[in-house]
């Protein structure tokens, strides 16, 4: 038994080129690390920052040659990670978890905040086979959207919308009402979430009376990424965070107790959202 | 542990669990070398007063568990013992030897091993395992002190003291820069350890380290081991357990046995 796949290959990269999306945010380039595996919208990987920890990032961008990680600074990691300059190094290990599934013609995906980033590198793959993508970006406040490269995306098949808590950009409303009311006014066959939990647990409720399946990406606590240390499983069934998502579907997220309710600190004690 | 349980394994271990919640190394906590997994969590625990309420859920589904518990002193592992049996457990196993906390030296003297052992004897009158490691200089005395001291039964192995260095990066990948070494190549070691400590002890020896075919349980219970754990395996998935008991039981048929106890320790010619 090999155990190096299933621990991710660790490797250590260069970071090449990094981009400052907003006010907290910073895009951190690299070549891809690993020749012979493929990366789904929605997988991630385990970051080490060398004296300082290793931490879960989301891929936000992905090529044939070169892959991308959203970073909000919120701890240390995150804080190390935003001061790394191009030419330094960082550990990966990868890609761990399911994927966002492709199959729909009308999707509707809404990222809150940094849960924006995985629903970036999930934006293109749906484009390139042809669905018509209506994407709601939403945020506290104008400063911390995170809108990438979308505003200047001209294409018949692809529709913007912008949402923030207080009005300083978009709609001034909150990212589960203005879906609500996409919802009513469009087909949709497909919603994709990634954003505050709150927020999710609402689009849950909505994807539900709307009959339409639902797709959201989850964040607990993590250690080891790839389904030994059981950090992140989650009542009651047990299912990880790192293996059996982070994507869920609305069939799973009904039965995942936990879920919109409390998550667990880094000893395993609970905390509520 | 009810995900594993469902999966086919017949009693359930707990993570190991101390007085007050913990939350371990930074990371990277797990990486690996030569098929093996190198560890270094570092006891992370809720405590054991949060840790009961989960157990609770066990106990509703009548799964078999042990509660894995580890303190500082004689006096901090007796006090977890004692709250930890009012979740009922099946036993205790007495983590005496994790290679990576400031515990990891109990298990190197014969004295301390016995003083825990003692004192959580004292205390419950539940099975309680001492949980040895391979990384004494004589884990056969230290088994014979446990014994001595009234254990119901040894566990061994605990994780080979192992470390991981980034050529890259010039620097140890584990936080904590020394971790357990478990998997496939520790096997070896945990065979002679059982072997060895099966010629010295009267009481049951529990085997672990590195076991994930059926040819390594059945190598496991030739050596001495009277039941098996299985940890670094299940990153292959949950259907470890019933793919050894299967492999197991067809293993016992073929070669006329009736059930496992008939192969434990037969490769000593006892």
């Keep these: 038994m090999d155990l190096k796949q299933e621990v991710g290959n660790p490797t250590s990269i260069r970071i090449t080129r990094i981009v400052k999306e907003n006010r907290s945010c910073h895009t951190l380039y690299f070549d891809i690390p690993w020749s012979d595996c493929s990366i789904q919208p929605g997988q991630f990987i385990m970051v080490w920052i060398r004296g300082v920890d290793e931490i879960p990032m989301g891929i936000c961008y992905h090529d044939d040659k070169e892959m991308a990680m959203t970073v909000k600074r919120v701890g240390k990691a995150t804080e190390a990670l935003q001061a790394l300059q191009p030419g330094d190094y960082v550990g990966v290990r990868g890609p761990f978890g399911n994927g966002f599934t492709l199959n729909c013609k009308n999707p509707l995906l809404i990222g809150g905040g940094i849960g924006m980033a995985p629903l970036r590198y999930l934006t293109q793959p749906l484009l390139h086979v042809g669905s018509n993508v209506t994407l709601l970006v939403a945020a506290k406040t104008e400063s911390e959207l995170l809108l990438y490269d979308f505003e200047n995306r001209a294409s018949n098949n692809f529709k913007l919308k912008i949402a923030t808590d207080d009005g300083s950009r978009g709609f001034e409303t909150l990212a589960t009402e203005l879906a609500d009311s996409l919802l009513k006014k469009n087909d949709f066959d497909r919603i994709y979430a990634c954003g505050p939990e709150l927020m999710m647990a609402g689009l849950l409720t909505l994807a539900l009376d709307y009959g339409i399946p639902l797709e959201a990406s989850l964040e607990r606590y993590m250690k080891c990424g790839c389904g030994i240390c059981g950090t992140c499983a989650m009542d009651p069934r047990g299912l990880m965070v790192c293996v059996d998502g982070p994507v869920f579907s609305d069939e799973q997220l009904q039965n995942i107790d936990e879920f919109g309710s409390y998550t667990r600190d880094s000893t395993g004690q609970r905390r509520p959202l | ?270």
């Excluded at chain 2, 625990?45 to 509660?67: A, C, Q, T, Y």
């Excluded at chain 2, 014994?147 to 039964?153: S, V």
């Excluded at chain 2, 190549?185 to 672990?208: E, K, M, Q």
Aim: hydrophobic share 45%.
């Design chain 2, 1 to 270: 542990m009810a995900r594993v349980a469902r999966k086919g394994a017949d009693v359930v271990v707990t993570k190991s669990v101390g007085l007050e919640p913990r939350k371990g190394y930074p990371g990277p906590n797990i990486t690996v070398s030569h098929s093996g997994l190198l560890n270094a969590v570092g006891l992370t625990n809720p405590g054991i007063d949060s840790f009961l309420d989960e157990l609770r859920i066990l106990k509703r589904h009548n799964i078999p568990f042990v509660i894995s518990v580890f303190g500082r002193t004689e006096k901090e592992i007796s006090q977890v013992a004692r709250i930890a049996v009012e979740a009922e457990p099946s036993a205790l196993e007495l983590n005496l030897s994790c290679p990576h906390a400031e515990i990891s030296q109990i298990a190197h003297s014969t004295k301390l091993t016995g003083d825990f052992v003692s004192a959580v004897k004292d205390t419950v009158s539940i099975p309680v395992f001492a949980k040895l490691t391979p990384n004494a200089s004589d884990i056969v005395a230290v088994g014979l002190a446990a014994e001595e001291a009234g254990a119901d039964a040894i566990v061994a192995i605990n994780t080979v003291q192992g470390m991981k260095i980034d050529i890259t990066q010039k620097a140890p990948v584990l936080a904590n820069k020394v971790g357990g070494l478990s998997g496939p190549p520790i096997f070896p070691v945990a065979v002679r350890c059982i072997y060895d400590l099966y010629h010295a002890v009267s009481i049951p020896i529990i085997g672990v380290g590195g076991v994930s075919t059926w040819e390594d349980a059945v190598e496991m219970h030739l050596a001495g081991a009277s039941a098996i754990q299985i940890g670094t395996a299940t990153l292959r998935g949950l259907d470890v357990f019933a793919d050894i008991q299967e492999g197991v039981e067809e293993y016992l048929v073929r070669e006329g046995f009736s059930k496992t106890s008939e192969i434990v320790g037969l490769a000593g010619g006892n």
